[in-house]
């Protein structure tokens, strides 16, 4: 007898075969129950989760000569024909490779004929979604309204390239990916049906390797028979699959998790040199943390998780050692990181980066705690380096103006630009109206730090902002903002001297700033929130990316 394949032997031969599809064959056993079966059904979904396998199986129910039981017998000369393949009123139509519009035009004509044997007439059209629109558009009529003897089952993993106009002319049937746990289940049993011998953990990686699809299991299982015999081990699976071994993604994630960069790179360079594919480490990577960030959001593994007792255990475990903002963070990053691989020659390097940034994750500073430094800052104290600093927010500036030189100093018309012998005592002054402000409102500081004094006195203070900055001085210039600065020269000189803003373009200063500019800040950085752009001035350091707070 020729050999038959496992996804062939084990096809599901009565309803209650069918696996992970209950709501499918509930409306569909009722349908057929109630004599109320449509003229065409549509049944889409990801490839090996049954629909070929249930479109056999209603043709099988409605033409069983055997019993009425609105079941299939499986006995009878049509059901075994069906099963087979070669039954005459059962046609299965491949739509990749019969496609255009005289294939539709000669089923068109077909279809007055009555059926041979059985009740019905029923045309299975297989990935439907292949048919040109001109064979979409000969097929309208007939689905629409025809003979009481036919019936139409189209089968689709791509349901969005079926024309609506076909759509709404069928009961449309979505059908689900298969938990890997009910995959599971299942290659268990073929297993002893088969005989084999397989431990959990080879079963358990099969069902995670077929991706929610029992064909692509059952494929998998004959393969592994092939290639052990009639005793299966996990070892044997991650070797013919080119797996990555669970144990070591667990490894590598758990030393990211201990911010351990050494400890990192070293496994990964140990699992590149067993033969292990880059991408395929870091797509695994992705997916442990996937399910670690399940885990602490849900609390308990998910149906979509076909894991070992130990394995859940590990699981829990690190989860506890990592909070759920740093998860979300490590995915995003492998994720970027994923993208760079597939563009880059040499593709270890964007994940030994990724994975050593990682592991220093803690070094980065996220907006919001620059925010709240910031904040920090204007309340006057901040730390650094683990170190508390205490800073004077008015940085020695002295409250009663009859106290200190300011007053002074706006007795006299005094310009930096003629060389005043009290212009350092205008930058003290400058700067103790700029700490003012920043600790009233840092949004004015930011905008008013590239400002500088052109002129001082009791009547007016003349503020210069060069070209650069044009925007700085239309957001100066309204009211709110100007009132906080008139309000810090007033508490800072006991005078309430008018304030204008002038533009300023001193060639030398432009030049200078220029020059400055192109050897110190790139282009992203002119482009910068003004927020953060102080924020490094002040902490150091370079953005990253803020991954945490994506959406």
Not at 188 to 200: F, H
Request: proline fraction near 4%; charge should be neutral.
């Amino acid at each position: 007898m020729t050999y038959q394949v496992l996804a062939q032997k084990y096809r599901p031969q009565t309803f209650d075969d069918v696996i992970g599809q209950d709501a499918v064959i509930r409306t569909l056993r009722n349908s057929v129950q109630n004599q109320r079966v449509a003229n065409a059904y549509l049944f889409s979904g990801p490839r090996g989760v049954g629909k070929t396998s249930l479109a056999r199986l209603v043709s099988k129910t409605l033409n069983c000569i055997s019993s009425g039981k609105q079941k299939p017998c499986n006995k009878c000369d049509s059901c075994l024909e069906i099963s087979r393949g070669n039954n005459i009123d059962v046609l299965e139509i491949d739509g990749a490779s019969n496609n255009g519009v005289d294939e539709i035009r000669t089923l068109r004509e077909n279809v007055k004929f009555s059926p041979s044997k059985g009740k019905f007439k029923i045309y299975i059209i297989d990935e439907v979604h292949m048919l040109s629109q001109g064979a979409f558009n000969a097929l309208l009529k007939t689905l629409e309204e025809p003979p009481a003897h036919v019936k139409f089952i189209f089968a689709t993993t791509e349901p969005h390239k079926v024309l609506p106009t076909i759509v709404s002319r069928c009961q449309k049937f979505d059908f689900k990916r298969i938990s890997p746990s009910k995959i599971l289940d299942c290659v268990v049993d073929v297993s002893k049906k088969e005989g084999i011998s397989i431990d959990e953990k080879a079963s358990s990686l099969i069902a995670r390797a077929s991706d929610g699809s029992l064909r692509d299991a059952l494929v998998i299982l004959d393969q592994m028979i092939s290639f052990s015999g009639d005793k299966i081990s996990s070892d044997d699976v991650i070797d013919l699959l080119g797996i990555v071994e669970r144990d070591s993604i667990a490894q590598l994630a758990d030393l990211v998790i201990k911010n351990d960069p050494a400890g990192a790179a070293k496994t990964l360079d140990i699992m590149i040199n067993d033969g292990k594919d880059p991408l395929f480490i870091a797509n695994s990577l992705i997916g442990y943390y996937r399910d670690i960030m399940i885990l602490k959001t849900a609390g308990e593994a998910t149906s979509d998780m076909a894991f070992t007792d130990e394995e859940i255990k590990t699981l829990k475990a690190q989860s506890k050692k990592v909070t759920l903002e740093e998860v979300l963070y490590i995915l995003q990053s492998l994720s970027q990181c994923l993208i760079l691989m597939k563009g880059a020659m040499f593709v270890r390097a964007p994940l030994e980066i990724t994975l050593i940034r990682l592991t220093k994750r803690g070094t980065i500073m996220r907006l919001s705690e620059v925010l709240d430094k910031l904040e920090n800052i204007e309340e006057g104290s901040y730390s650094v380096q683990d170190r508390s600093v205490e800073i004077d927010p008015l940085d020695n500036v002295i409250e009663d103006p009859k106290d200190n030189k300011a007053a002074d100093i706006i007795e006299k018309d005094v310009s930096p630009e003629r060389g005043d012998t009290d212009f350092k005592s205008i930058e003290t002054l400058w700067k103790s109206v700029l700490n003012y402000i920043r600790k009233k409102k840092m949004s004015v500081y930011t905008f008013l730090a590239p400002a500088k004094p052109i002129e001082i006195t009791k009547e007016k203070v003349v503020i210069g902002i060069d070209e650069d900055h044009k925007f700085n001085k239309e957001v100066l210039e309204s009211n709110g903002n100007k009132d906080i600065i008139e309000e810090a020269m007033n508490k800072i000189t006991g005078g309430l001297p008018r304030i204008k803003f002038v533009l300023t373009d001193n060639p030398e200063t432009v030049k200078k700033e220029k020059t400055d500019k192109a050897k110190k800040v790139s282009r992203s950085r002119k482009e910068m929130n003004p927020i953060i752009e102080k924020a490094m001035d002040v902490f150091g350091g370079s953005v990253v990316r803020d991954l945490m707070e994506e959406d």
